[in-house]
């Protein structure tokens, strides 16, 4: 069974840094695709960054470009996401989630596998 476990939120001011971490037990990590996705209240969950199975595809949302960075450690069944410069705006629960050899890593529909969340909150 896939598991998926996030780690690294908190609570920063606006401006400072996180790094978000996913360890994924359960499956063979370097055929899946891994997303970071998040939900604000009130709002939809949408899609923030992806890095195919294959590492070499690496895609984000706009309002993230140039801010954030997705990685991959094969070795270590672990994605991280670096948040930098974070914005008030950026505050929700932040989700990973797995799906085996995924091209669009933007789908969430396409993910079968998601962790429970962790919580990042910025403040002004």
């Known amino acids: 069974q896939v598991q998926l476990v996030e780690s690294g939120g908190g609570l920063v001011q606006a401006g400072g840094s996180l790094r978000l971490a996913c360890a994924a037990s359960?499956?063979?990590?370097?055929?899946?695709?891994m997303g970071w996705f998040r939900q604000a209240p009130g709002k939809e969950r949408e899609f923030v960054a992806g890095i195919r199975w294959s590492g070499d595809g690496l895609y984000y949302a706009d309002y993230v470009k140039g801010r954030f960075t997705i990685s991959r450690d094969n070795a270590k069944n672990t994605v991280y996401l670096r948040m930098n410069s974070l914005k008030p705006e950026d505050t929700a629960v932040y989700y990973c989630?797995?799906?085996?050899?995924?091209?669009?890593?933007?789908?969430?529909?396409?993910?079968?596998?998601w962790g429970q969340g962790t919580q990042v909150t910025v403040s002004s």
């Open positions: 989630a797995a799906a085996r050899k995924l091209y669009d890593v933007s789908r969430a529909v396409a993910y079968g596998a």
């Open positions: 359960g499956l063979t990590f370097t055929i899946y695709s």
